[in-house]
Each structure stands twice: as structure tokens, then as C-alpha cells.
């Protein structure tokens, strides 16, 4: 992990219209090193997600900034914010949302089509990372000849496609049974060493929140507690409010 | 090109969808094919029937003049068009017919044979007789099979012929079948007797001329008329009624195909957006990936378009097949055209392109409008991860 902001958010707010304002991000100012393997956790309905899709271009703030590699990227116009999420961003949704008629290859491959690749070198970059997840023995199987934990490993493949500077996962493992969930973890830790690979993770499983190296908790849109990791354990920061999480987390 | 990749998928993958695109947009095509290739055939036999049946362009006199008096140099100058196949010079008046006691008014023809028989292949329709014999026998006449009945006259037989003050005996030599109402009228003689009969000289009262393609009969037919100051017809205006029933045809037949190509696009457009609809997450994702809003929409336009082809194709063999089906059929049509006992069949090669075309229009039209809607679904709402 450098000590370079990849992402700085600052005042990041959400209000949904919807007949009634509801507040789903509060005013959010966070900064995201390259290289960091980061949790967000709360209670559903705290506004993880909207965060997630607001720093995975999907949604936009309805006031503050997002800067991604020092690009304030809340002012991009639709098809820009569609280039960055093809370059510079990597999804892995609870669904792993393969395309179902696209082999494991070719539903890797297409990230790097989108960016233009031609055929042979998307599909050399999608064998490879297939060989990272340990998938080179399923390349032609279609999701349904996969398991659920399988997909997931080919979606974290896809994510990987276009070597993003941010990979994004929102309840990624919230589909899998606990060993898969493990093991989806592992990998994921294994590639953030690996590639220095940054990640952001929303899960309201505070037991694959530990695995990571900063956990946030959310609560009705805004920041209420930072776990830092040291060593084994982590370091709360001044004021927290862990709510019905206090005390599973190991503190040093 | 990964749009067309994905389109390509979708199609293989999502087989009952695909038959249901293909099949409307064939059939749509097929009753286009059928009702062009129909409307085409009967059109040419109405017109066979009633313009055939008449020269294409009829010549008569100047204005305030009864005759053509110099009928020969008109003759002469309507045989040098290019395209004039045959030129008849023609003396037609109304007169009467009496053979023993039966008395009955006829439309007296008189003409050169050799001429009307290049001009309307008279002699096809003779039932009896031999129509070149008019030539050399000026005392020979031809009659409309029920004149000869009414009159109670068979070949051989002699008739005498009225006009004004004058008569001539003639004898019955032959009898002409046209189909028509002129049948109970029509007398036939050469036209030196006819002139005789008339007694205004060497004079004609029209003069008949046929194209190779009657279709550039009114052409001419505008451009003799002020250059000759003779009065000029084609068969547009002495059929008006026909020439005004297929412009209406034309016409209806434009709307219905409308109405074709607007309920084919519902279905399509339907059935499209419940492919869309069944894609939602996909295309969030692809979104999510990084594809682009056009992209999003080409790839269901292309998924659309690919399927033009092959439907249109399987719309022109389906047209054709039940068109063969129907016109194998008799059916009468006398009351509508004259002569029309079966629906033809006419297809010309290049309803197959309007074919072809319209069901690529049809495909990509009724395509536009769900690829919008699926080029405009919010990423984070197809997805539904919450």
C-alpha cells in the first residue's frame, strides 16, 4: 500500500427524491490509499451501496466531489464516466451477473473489448486471469456449468480485465455459503498483495470485514467509526459507535 | 465489435425469441410479396383484358372537321415512332344492318386488313372466316358473332349495309368473337367499300396505333397532339375508369401495407422489449463494465437488424408459396374486369428488394425505440443489488 490517494472524496452527499428527500449519504469525507484493502459496514439502509455506486460512477452525489486519480470525475458527462468504469473501475456484485450465453473467457474478455482490445489480446489477459482465480481448467464452461463460488471468481476476473486502479465489491459474498466466502476473501487479499490491488468492499459481514485493512461504518449516511488494522488486531478511532457490531472485533 | 458479438448470442441463445421476430416479420413479408405479386398479375390482365383489347393510341379528326383527309402523310408520320409496332388507318361510322327482315344498328368498321390485323391480331378471334380475305373482296364483311345472331345471319349469306341514303350489299364471310359488348354491333369491311358507302372521298375517321409498350402510349399521345393538331387519345383516356381503378388500387394497396408494417412493428417492438426486459441486470452490468449508452443500443439494433435478412427471405418464399396457392384457385372475377377468371400471378424481381427492404425498415424501426429504453436504464436500478 503507497501512501498516494487514489481516491478523495470530500462532502459527499445523496439526497433521493423521491416524493420525500431521504438523505442516504451525509456529507462523506474519506481518502482511499492505492493499494488498500478496505471494508464498509452497516446496518442495511445506512447507505453502503449508494456510497459504493457514487464512487463506482454508477450513481451521482447530488453535491460534493469524488476525485479518482485526481480526475474530479462527479463532473463527467455519461459516456466519460462509462470510459472510466471501463479503465479504471472493477465491479463484483452479490449476483455475479455473467452473461449467460458468454463462456467464463468470454464474459472476462469483454471489459477488454469494450476498451477496444482486439481479440487475441483480450483473450490471452482473460486466460491469464482466469489461471489467477484458478479457473484455467473451466475457461469454456457458461455460468451454468459453474458453481456459485466459481461465478464469483470469474466476475472478480472480469473486474481485473482492464488492471482498474479501484476494485469495487458490494456484498460480493452475500450469495455464497461461508467457506466459498472465505475463499473468495483469500483470493481477494492474495491479489491486493499480489498486484497491490485496491479494493473496496460493502458487506454487513463483520467477519470478512476483519480480513481487510480499514473498516467504515456507516450509519444513516454518514461516518461513525474507523477500525485501522495493526498487526492482528485494529485501532478504533476516537469516537465510535460500533452499534450491535461492538465487541466482535478484535481491538489491540 | 463486442456489440455485435453480444447481439449475436442473444439471437442464438434466446431461440423462441428469435422464431417470433422472424416469423412476423415473414409473414408480414410473405402477405406483401402475395398481395404485390397478385395485384401486379391481375392489374396486367385488367389491362390485357381492356387495353390490349383497343389500340393504344386512337388518332381522329380536327376540330369542326368529321374526316382525316390526308389520313396517308398522318399514317406515314405515325409510323416513324420508334416504339409504333402497327399503324391503322380506320373509317368507323354508325349505321344499320338488314338481312331478310331483321333490321339492326351497327357500328360499321372499314379498314385495310393487313394493317388491323398488326394493330389487334383480328384474326385470333374470328370464329369463322379468313380476315385477310377482306383485302381483296370488296363485297366480303366480317360480323360480331351476335349481330350474325340477331340478324339471323350465318357466312354466305347477304346482308345489306346502311348509311344515310347509301347501302351496299355485302356478304357474310366470317364472325368475330371479341368478348365484348361490340360483339352485337360490330361490322367489318374494307375500307374502300366503307368509303364508297360514306361517299366523302378517300377519307378515314381515326387512326389506330399500338405501341411495343403501352405505357408510353400517353406520352406520345401528349406529344402528338399539338404538333399535328389532330385530337389524340390513348387508352388512358378512353379507359379512364381502369386507368383511375388501378391508381386507387395503388393507393389502397399503400395503406395496407402502412397497416402491415405497423402492426409487424408492434409485435417486433414487443417482442424486443421483453428481451430487454429479461436482459435488465445484463445490461446494468455491461453498463457497469464500462459499455457505453450507443453501445447499448447497438447491440439491440444489430440483434434486430440480423434478423431482417433471414425473415425477409423466409417472407418471400412463404409469399410466394401461398400466392401459387391462391391462384391455382378459379376464382370468378368477371364481374370486376371483364375476361378475369383466376387471380395471376405476376412477380416481378424487384418486389423481392422492396421485400427485402421492407423487412430490414421493419426491423430496425421496430428495434429503435426498445434499444432506447434500454440504452436509458440507470445502471444502478437494472442491477438491483439492494
Request: net charge neutral; hydrophobic share 40%; aromatic share 6%.
Amino acid at each position: 500500500m503507497s501512501d498516494k490517494n487514489i481516491i478523495e472524496i470530500r462532502d459527499l452527499t445523496k439526497i433521493y427524491k423521491n416524493g420525500v428527500d431521504v438523505l442516504a449519504v451525509d456529507g462523506v469525507n474519506l481518502d482511499i490509499k492505492e493499494g488498500e484493502f478496505l471494508a464498509i459496514v452497516g446496518p442495511s439502509g445506512s447507505g453502503k451501496s449508494t456510497l459504493l455506486n457514487m464512487i463506482g460512477l454508477l450513481d451521482t452525489p447530488t453535491s460534493g466531489t469524488i476525485r479518482l486519480k485526481d480526475v474530479d470525475v462527479t463532473k463527467a458527462t455519461p459516456d466519460e464516466r462509462a470510459r472510466f468504469r471501463n479503465k479504471e473501475l472493477g465491479f463484483v456484485f452479490q449476483y455475479h451477473h455473467l452473461i449467460p450465453e458468454f463462456s467464463a473467457m468470454e464474459n472476462v474478455m469483454i471489459p477488454l473489448l469494450i476498451a477496444g482490445k482486439n481479440k487475441d489480446v483480450a483473450r490471452a489477459r482473460a486466460q491469464e486471469l482466469l489461471d489467477k482465480v484458478n479457473l484455467n481448467d473451466k475457461l469454456n464452461n457458461r455460468p451454468n456449468q459453474l458453481s456459485g463460488g466459481q461465478n464469483q471468481r470469474v466476475a472478480v476476473a472480469r473486474a481485473l480485465a482492464n488492471s482498474p486502479s479501484v476494485v469495487i465489491g458490494d456484498e460480493l459474498t452475500g450469495n455464497l455459503d461461508t467457506k466459498t466466502s472465505n475463499l473468495i476473501y483469500e483470493l481477494l487479499r492474495e491479489l491486493n498483495r499480489k498486484l497491490d490491488q485496491t479494493f473496496i468492499l460493502v458487506t454487513h459481514d463483520m467477519h470478512m470485514a476483519e480480513k481487510t485493512d480499514r473498516i467504515l461504518r456507516l450509519v444513516d449516511g454518514k461516518i461513525v467509526c474507523e477500525l485501522k488494522r495493526q498487526g492482528d488486531g485494529f485501532i478504533e478511532s476516537k469516537v465510535c459507535d460500533l452499534g450491535e457490531d461492538n465487541g466482535k472485533i478484535r481491538r489491540v | 465489435m463486442f456489440e455485435l458479438e453480444v447481439a449475436k448470442r442473444h439471437i442464438t441463445s434466446n431461440r423462441r425469441g428469435t422464431a417470433f421476430t422472424v416469423l412476423t416479420v415473414a409473414v408480414a413479408v410473405g402477405v406483401i410479396i402475395m398481395s404485390l405479386g397478385l395485384t401486379e398479375g391481375t392489374k396486367n390482365q385488367i389491362i390485357e383484358n381492356t387495353v390490349e383489347k383497343n389500340p393504344h393510341i386512337v388518332l381522329g379528326p380536327k376540330q369542326n372537321e368529321g374526316y382525316i383527309h390526308l389520313y396517308r402523310n398522318i399514317e406515314r408520320l405515325l409510323s416513324s415512332y420508334p416504339g409504333a409496332i402497327a399503324v391503322s388507318p380506320r373509317l368507323v361510322v354508325q349505321g344499320a344492318a338488314r338481312h331478310k327482315d331483321k333490321v339492326e344498328g351497327i357500328e360499321l368498321v372499314g379498314l385495310e386488313s393487313d394493317k388491323e390485323e398488326r394493330l389487334m391480331q383480328v384474326q385470333g378471334n374470328l370464329l369463322a372466316g379468313n380476315f385477310s380475305e377482306l383485302k381483296f373482296k370488296k363485297k366480303y364483311a366480317i360480323l360480331g358473332v351476335k349481330l350474325a345472331e340477331k340478324l339471323d345471319a350465318r357466312p354466305g349469306n347477304d346482308v345489306y349495309i346502311y348509311f344515310r341514303n347509301n347501302s351496299a350489299k355485302v356478304s357474310v364471310s366470317g364472325l368475330i368473337e371479341k368478348g365484348t359488348a361490340k360483339d352485337s354491333s360490330l361490322v367489318y369491311i374494307s375500307l374502300k367499300t366503307a368509303q364508297n358507302l360514306v361517299g366523302e372521298g378517300d377519307v378515314v375517321s381515326e387512326i389506330g396505333v399500338r405501341m411495343e409498350d403501352y405505357t408510353e402510349a400517353p406520352v406520345l399521345a401528349r406529344d402528338l397532339e399539338p404538333t399535328t393538331k389532330y385530337n389524340v387519345e390513348s387508352w388512358q383516356e378512353f379507359n379512364r375508369e381502369i386507368s383511375r381503378f388501378i391508381g386507387t388500387q395503388n393507393r389502397i394497396n399503400v395503406i395496407f401495407y402502412l397497416l402491415i408494417f405497423l402492426i409487424a412493428g408492434f409485435v417486433v417492438a414487443n417482442t424486443t422489449i421483453m428481451i430487454v426486459r429479461r436482459k435488465t441486470k445484463e445490461i446494468g452490468m455491461l453498463m457497469a463494465i464500462g459499455a457505453t449508452r450507443s453501445s447499448i443500443m447497438e447491440i439491440f439494433i444489430l440483434e434486430s437488424l440480423l434478423l431482417g435478412l433471414p425473415a425477409g427471405l423466409l417472407g418471400i418464399l412463404v409469399g410466394i408459396g401461398f400466392a401459387q396457392a391462391i391462384a391455382s384457385y378459379p376464382i370468378d372475377m368477371s364481374s370486376a374486369a371483364s375476361g378475369v377468371t383466376m387471380l395471376m400471378l405476376d412477380l416481378r424481381p424487384e418486389f423481392i428488394i422492396y421485400a427485402l427492404i421492407f423487412a430490414l425498415l421493419l426491423n430496425i424501426s421496430s428495434a429503435v425505440y426498445p434499444a432506447y429504453l434500454a440504452s436509458r436504464l440507470d445502471p444502478v436500478e437494472a442491477i438491483g443489488n439492494e
